[in-house]
């Protein structure tokens, strides 16, 4: 991060915690349909087009690590296998045998120097082209080059992996935008797996991610635990095209780094004063909210399994420790020392989550009203209306395109306000 980007984060932390009502010029947020929450017809939009047409985080290259090393995924009920081939590429395919619809790979994990269908025989290299079927003679002039593992397309940001099952969309660089830039000194390219765990929330996806893109909560989930350490008055929100969002917040207290579970990951060294001092969260459309720090990248996955029902997968990375196995001291984050259950900070983010959706889903609820601290709520569905189609949403599970692109980074309407206060004094 540029000096000049600090200075102003530094100016924009005062004017919030100074201001008496939200900027000038900001708008109103109209409440955010019920149904959006509840409504079989939204969540059924959502599966046609937000998981269809996005790049979605599929995993670490330390889980395919060396040529033919593969791994299943399935987190939006598309049967995919992710192999790493001999070139060093990581490619994805529908693990769909393209005989007669048999999976190609069935281990969860693994390595094979060719992936073949138990079923008949027929076998892909790990570029998914066809190289050979059973009883050939058997089939008139089959042509093995058309029938190959049909692919989604697949994209790296540094060691992560993600994918997007629109061939026609913009490539992961250009859905990120500035984003990618800003998240450069996080060294992604160098960061080591830690631990990913997954855990079954009884309520709507985003009900669960949604409690960890606003501070409005803190004070009262998170008394002893997140409120001592963050300062939330002096939260700042920043809103990118495609539905990104970032929040940065000051720490309240420096940590003893010598008493701090997180100082056992190696520093990154370029990660800079921002991410050293403050709290610095990033939410990657649709569905990656991770503050990043110069100890820990601990993204977190929310993904739907039914209208009221999520996986929540919770990961930490580290900066690469030079060589061997992982330290047995790294642990992830987000968890208990033996993984079986979330951290404290997030059972207190999760626990109110089946309470709400049966809440959402009763008579007495009506719509949620946003304030200025969640705009970042605002923000997504707006961008999730325009990736469906604005004119395809039922009328009254619609929001109002309010937030305007004068608000979008790197504008920041904010500052020229606070040149206005000075020179007015």
């Given at each position: 991060?540029?000096?000049?980007?600090?200075?102003?984060?530094?100016?924009?932390?005062?004017f919030e915690a100074a201001r008496s009502e939200p900027p000038r010029g900001f708008p109103k947020l109209p409440d955010l349909p019920a149904g959006r929450y509840a409504d079989q017809r939204f969540y059924d939009l959502e599966k046609q087009h937000i998981?269809?047409?996005?790049?979605?985080?599929?995993?670490?290259?330390?889980?395919?690590?060396?040529?033919?090393?593969?791994?299943?995924?399935?987190?939006?009920?598309?049967?995919?296998?992710?192999?790493?081939?001999?070139?060093?590429?990581?490619?994805?395919?529908?693990?769909?045998?393209?005989?007669?619809?048999?999976?190609?790979?069935?281990?969860?994990?693994?390595?094979?120097?060719?992936?073949?269908?138990?079923?008949?025989?027929?076998?892909?290299?790990?570029?998914?082209?066809?190289?050979?079927?059973?009883?050939?003679?058997?089939?008139?002039?089959?042509?093995?080059?058309?029938?190959g593992l049909k692919p989604v397309r697949t994209e790296m940001l540094g060691n992560l992996i993600f994918i997007n099952f629109d061939e026609s969309a913009q490539s992961l660089w250009e859905w990120l935008g500035p984003v990618a830039d800003e998240l450069?000194?996080?060294?992604?390219?160098?960061?080591?797996?830690?631990?990913?765990?997954?855990?079954?929330?009884?309520?709507?996806?985003?009900?669960?991610?949604?409690?960890?893109?606003?501070?409005?909560?803190?004070?009262?989930?998170?008394?002893?635990?997140?409120?001592?350490?963050?300062?939330?008055?002096?939260?700042?929100?920043?809103?990118?095209?495609?539905?990104?969002?970032?929040?940065?917040?000051?720490?309240?207290?420096?940590?003893?780094?010598?008493?701090?579970?997180?100082?056992?990951?190696?520093?990154?060294?370029?990660?800079?004063?921002?991410?050293?001092?403050?709290?610095?969260?990033?939410?990657?459309?649709?569905?990656?909210?991770?503050?990043?720090?110069?100890?820990?990248?601990?993204?977190?996955?929310?993904?739907?399994?039914?209208?009221?029902t999520t996986r929540f997968e919770v990961w930490t990375f580290c900066r690469d420790w030079g060589g061997g196995p992982m330290p047995e001291a790294y642990k992830n984050m987000w968890t208990s020392p033996d993984d079986t259950e979330l951290s404290e900070?997030?059972?207190?983010?999760?626990?109110?989550?089946?309470?709400?959706?049966?809440?959402?889903?009763?008579?007495?609820?009506?719509?949620?009203?946003?304030?200025?601290?969640?705009?970042?709520?605002?923000?997504?569905?707006?961008?999730?209306?325009?990736?469906?189609?604005?004119?395809?949403?039922?009328?009254?599970?619609?929001?109002?395109?309010?937030?305007?692109?004068?608000?979008?980074?790197?504008?920041?309407?904010?500052?020229?306000?606070?040149?206005?206060?000075?020179?007015?004094?």
């Amino acid at each position: 991060m540029e000096q000049q980007d600090i200075d102003n984060l530094r100016l924009l932390m005062e004017f919030e915690a100074a201001r008496s009502e939200p900027p000038r010029g900001f708008p109103k947020l109209p409440d955010l349909p019920a149904g959006r929450y509840a409504d079989q017809r939204f969540y059924d939009l959502e599966k046609q087009h937000i998981w269809r047409k996005t790049w979605l985080f599929v995993g670490h290259i330390d889980q395919v690590p060396e040529p033919g090393s593969f791994m299943l995924w399935d987190n939006t009920g598309e049967p995919l296998v992710v192999v790493h081939d001999d070139d060093g590429m990581i490619n994805t395919f529908y693990n769909t045998c393209r005989h007669r619809g048999a999976p190609v790979v069935t281990e969860p994990e693994g390595k094979k120097i060719r992936l073949t269908c138990i079923y008949h025989g027929w076998t892909y290299d790990l570029k998914g082209n066809l190289v050979s079927v059973r009883d050939p003679e058997d089939f008139h002039d089959i042509d093995l080059s058309c029938r190959g593992l049909k692919p989604v397309r697949t994209e790296m940001l540094g060691n992560l992996i993600f994918i997007n099952f629109d061939e026609s969309a913009q490539s992961l660089w250009e859905w990120l935008g500035p984003v990618a830039d800003e998240l450069a000194e996080f060294q992604f390219e160098n960061c080591r797996l830690i631990g990913r765990q997954a855990f079954d929330i009884q309520c709507n996806w985003k009900i669960a991610m949604e409690a960890n893109t606003e501070v409005y909560h803190i004070k009262g989930i998170h008394p002893l635990t997140v409120a001592p350490m963050i300062d939330d008055r002096r939260n700042v929100n920043s809103f990118y095209r495609n539905g990104h969002g970032r929040m940065v917040a000051p720490n309240k207290i420096v940590i003893d780094e010598r008493e701090d579970d997180r100082t056992l990951f190696p520093n990154i060294e370029t990660v800079g004063e921002i991410g050293r001092t403050c709290t610095q969260s990033y939410g990657i459309f649709p569905n990656w909210v991770s503050p990043l720090s110069h100890r820990a990248l601990p993204p977190l996955l929310f993904w739907p399994t039914s209208i009221n029902t999520t996986r929540f997968e919770v990961w930490t990375f580290c900066r690469d420790w030079g060589g061997g196995p992982m330290p047995e001291a790294y642990k992830n984050m987000w968890t208990s020392p033996d993984d079986t259950e979330l951290s404290e900070v997030l059972q207190e983010d999760t626990t109110f989550g089946p309470w709400i959706q049966r809440s959402m889903e009763s008579s007495g609820f009506q719509g949620v009203p946003l304030s200025y601290q969640e705009a970042r709520i605002y923000h997504w569905n707006q961008w999730a209306d325009r990736l469906i189609g604005i004119d395809d949403i039922p009328e009254e599970l619609r929001v109002a395109q309010v937030i305007g692109d004068e608000w979008l980074a790197p504008n920041e309407p904010r500052l020229d306000q606070i040149g206005s206060n000075i020179a007015a004094s």
